[in-house]
């Protein structure tokens, strides 16, 4: 069993919806939690950004953690064409580097 | 405010061939991760620096090798290239082990 499971899609949306991306863990030492996107053939941008459990708000994007399940989760609210992209999930201990997801690829149509 | 720069953007190497990998951090960081993104997957840990010094190793063979300067830059050096080794690597930037991590746009290295 890989460390961080994530869904490699495509995931097709149309224009507006609410998209939800997901990724599992099976390291319970993982303390902060990241998502990054990244568009084609460019590095990763950091998106979002928490320390254990609890809901983060920014702008369109909300991420979630819930530890107890080892579970964590990205919203992007009105979704655009805009944000068609590869959605990666990371996660690290306290002094250790991150692990990655294998990504998302995130398509949303006009 | 520059952020993560690597160079050079693109290159083709022949195999058993030598590569160096560039990368200045973003203006105030300490700390320099490399990583390796081959197509369809997640990046990968290789190494960490920090003063100077390799602190952390992912699993990778010793062909890769890495440096950091006095001035927080750093170089990856790839031994003996193969045909596997093409991948996107990328640079990153962090100010300690604990602070958000900061990527550069990557190196996209093919080994024909």
């Known amino acids: 069993q890989k460390e961080v499971e994530q869904d490699p899609g495509p995931l097709s949306v149309p224009e507006g919806a609410i998209v939800s991306l997901n990724c599992t863990y099976s390291n319970s030492a993982f303390q902060y939690f990241m998502w990054y996107r990244q568009y084609s053939r460019k590095g990763p941008e950091l998106l979002m950004y928490?320390?254990?459990?609890g809901n983060k708000e920014d702008g369109r994007f909300t991420a979630q953690v819930d530890k107890s399940s080892k579970y964590i989760s990205l919203f992007i609210r009105d979704s655009q064409p805009s944000d068609s992209a590869t959605y990666l999930c990371?996660?690290?201990?306290?002094?250790?580097?991150?692990?990655f997801g294998k990504g998302t690829m995130l398509l949303v149509s006009p | 405010d520059a952020g993560v720069t690597q160079s050079p953007t693109h290159l083709i190497k022949t195999r058993g061939q030598q590569v160096t990998l560039r990368c200045s951090p973003k203006?105030?960081?300490?700390?320099v991760s490399w990583y390796q993104q081959a197509l369809g997957q997640g990046p990968q840990f290789i190494f960490q620096?920090?003063?100077?010094?390799?602190?952390q190793r992912g699993n990778f063979p010793d062909r890769f090798s890495g440096h950091q300067f006095p001035n927080y830059s750093s170089e990856l050096n790839v031994n003996a290239l193969l045909l596997g080794d093409s991948a996107l690597y990328l640079c990153a930037s962090s100010l300690s082990a604990v602070d958000t991590i900061y990527f550069g746009e990557g190196s996209w290295l093919t080994v024909v």
């Open positions: 203006s105030g960081h300490d700390t």
């Open positions: 620096y920090y003063e100077e010094e390799e602190r």
């Open positions: 990371a996660m690290r201990e306290r002094y250790s580097t991150l692990t």
């Open positions: 928490t320390y254990s459990s």
